[in-house]
C-alpha cells in the first residue's frame, strides 16, 4: 500500500502542512507515524482529506465537519440542504444589505454639499419616497389616501432630534424582541415593555387618532406578509414575529 509523506500530501492536494497538521489536532485526519515520528498518509487518508476539502469548499463549519465524518450514523444529505438553505437566507440579506448600500451611496452623492439642515430633509423625502414605492400603494389600499398623506406630513414634520429618536426606537424594539423571546411568555414583564414600545413607534407614524382594533389589525397582519416576517425574525430570531403578536394582543387585552 502507497504512503506519502505530509510534504507530498500537502503538495498533491494544496493544503498546506500547518492545516494538515490542524486537521490532525482536530481529529478530522490521524496519519501513521514511522518510528522516527513522520506522518505517513494512507489512501484512506487521502479519500478523507478529499471529503473533507469538499465539505469546505461549500462553506461547511468544521464543527460540523468532525460531527459528520464522526458519526456513522450522521446524515450528510439532510446536513447539506439545511446548509444549502442557510446559504441562501445567506444570499437574500447580502443582497438586501447590497441594494440598501448602493441607495445609501446614491443619497450621499445627492445630498453632498448641503447644509445641514438640507441634508436631513432631503435624507427624509428619501425615506418616504422609499416607503411610497415599496408599500405605498398597498397601505393607501388598505387604509386611504388621507390616512398615507396625514402619516407622510407628520414624519416630514419632524425634527431632526425627533426622527433620530423615532430611528433609535425601532432599533431598540429588535433588542427588547429578542430579550422578550428570551423570557419565554407573552405576557412577561419584557415582552409588556416591548408591546409598549411598539405601540409609541407606530403611534409616531399614525398619530394618536388610530382605534385599537386599527392597531390589533396592523400587528396581526405582519403574520400574513413575508416582508414583515423576514424583518422581524431577521432581527431576532425564526418565532419573532408570531410572538410580537402574542405580545402585543396580551398587552392590549
Not at 400587528?219 to 410572538?243: H, M, N, S
Request: aromatic fraction near 8%; charged fraction near 30%; proline fraction near 2%.
Amino acid at each position: 500500500m502507497e504512503r506519502k509523506s505530509i510534504g507530498q500530501v500537502s503538495e498533491a492536494s494544496g493544503v498546506s502542512r500547518r492545516t494538515l497538521r490542524y486537521y490532525e489536532d482536530l481529529g478530522l485526519l490521524c496519519p501513521a507515524r514511522t518510528d522516527s515520528g513522520y506522518r505517513w498518509y494512507s489512501e484512506a487518508d487521502e479519500r478523507r482529506l478529499s471529503q473533507i476539502m469538499a465539505m469546505r469548499a461549500c462553506q461547511l463549519p468544521l464543527s460540523m465537519i468532525v460531527q459528520m465524518l464522526e458519526d456513522p450514523d450522521a446524515d450528510i444529505h439532510a446536513a447539506l440542504c439545511a446548509h444549502l438553505q442557510s446559504l441562501r437566507a445567506q444570499s437574500e440579506t447580502v443582497e438586501v444589505a447590497l441594494q440598501r448600500t448602493q441607495a445609501a451611496i446614491k443619497a450621499i452623492e445627492r445630498i453632498r454639499g448641503m447644509k445641514t439642515e438640507d441634508a436631513f430633509e432631503a435624507l427624509k423625502r428619501e425615506g418616504l419616497e422609499a416607503f411610497e414605492e415599496t408599500y405605498g400603494q398597498e397601505a393607501r389600499e388598505r387604509y386611504g389616501d388621507d390616512v398615507i398623506d396625514e402619516t407622510n406630513a407628520r414624519m416630514l414634520s419632524l425634527t431632526k432630534d425627533e426622527w433620530e429618536a423615532k430611528e433609535l426606537l425601532e432599533e431598540s424594539i429588535k433588542v427588547q424582541l429578542r430579550l422578550a423571546m428570551a423570557s419565554g411568555a407573552p405576557d412577561s414583564p419584557e415582552a409588556q415593555e416591548l408591546a409598549r414600545m411598539h405601540e409609541r413607534w407606530i403611534g409616531i407614524h399614525w398619530g394618536a387618532g388610530y382605534q385599537k382594533a386599527e392597531y390589533l389589525g396592523l400587528v396581526r397582519g405582519y403574520l400574513d406578509d413575508p416582508r414583515f416576517v423576514k424583518y422581524y425574525d431577521g432581527a431576532a430570531g425564526e418565532g419573532a414575529t408570531a410572538f410580537l403578536v402574542q405580545a402585543v394582543e396580551a398587552y392590549q387585552a
